[in-house]
Nanobody, 126 residues
Framework: QVQLVDSGGGLVQAGDSLRLSCAAA????????MAWFRQAPGLEREFVAV????????DYADSVKGRFTISRDNAKNTVFLQMNSLKPEDTAVYYC???????????????????WGQGTQVTVSS
């Protein structure tokens, strides 16, 4: 059974940093492109960041570019999201997602992803 377990969220102040983790089990992790999405109250879930199977290709939403960094450790079946210079508008539930992918491919639409974590709450106070 495939499981993605998100962790690392919390309540922080504007300007602080957080590191989210997503531990995967039950799949061949190195065959999966991984991404982070987020959903703020009253809004639709949106793309945040994506990383290819090998970790060599990454991309970000414009709103987080330069502040967030996605990375992965295929030996530990884990993907990370380092979030720096957090803003109140980053407040959301953050979800990791995985898609069985071609080598070098990355994906931006949530409907393309096969598996999802349960989400972890990030709250940034001003």
């Amino acid at each position: 059974q495939v499981q993605l377990v998100d962790s690392g969220g919390g309540l922080v102040q504007a300007g602080d940093s957080l590191r989210l983790s997503c531990a995967a089990a039950g799949l061949t992790f190195s065959s999966y492109a991984m991404a982070w999405f987020r959903q703020a109250p009253g809004l639709e879930r949106e793309f945040v960041a994506v990383i290819s199977r090998s970790g060599t290709i990454t991309d970000y939403a414009d709103s987080v570019k330069g502040r967030f960094t996605i990375s992965r450790d295929n030996a530990k079946n884990t993907v990370f999201l380092q979030m720096n210079s957090l803003k109140p508008e980053d407040t959301a539930v953050y979800y990791c997602a995985g898609k069985n992918a071609y080598y070098g491919a990355i994906y931006y639409r949530e409907k393309e992803y096969d598996y999802w974590g349960q989400g972890t709450q990030v709250t940034v106070s001003s």
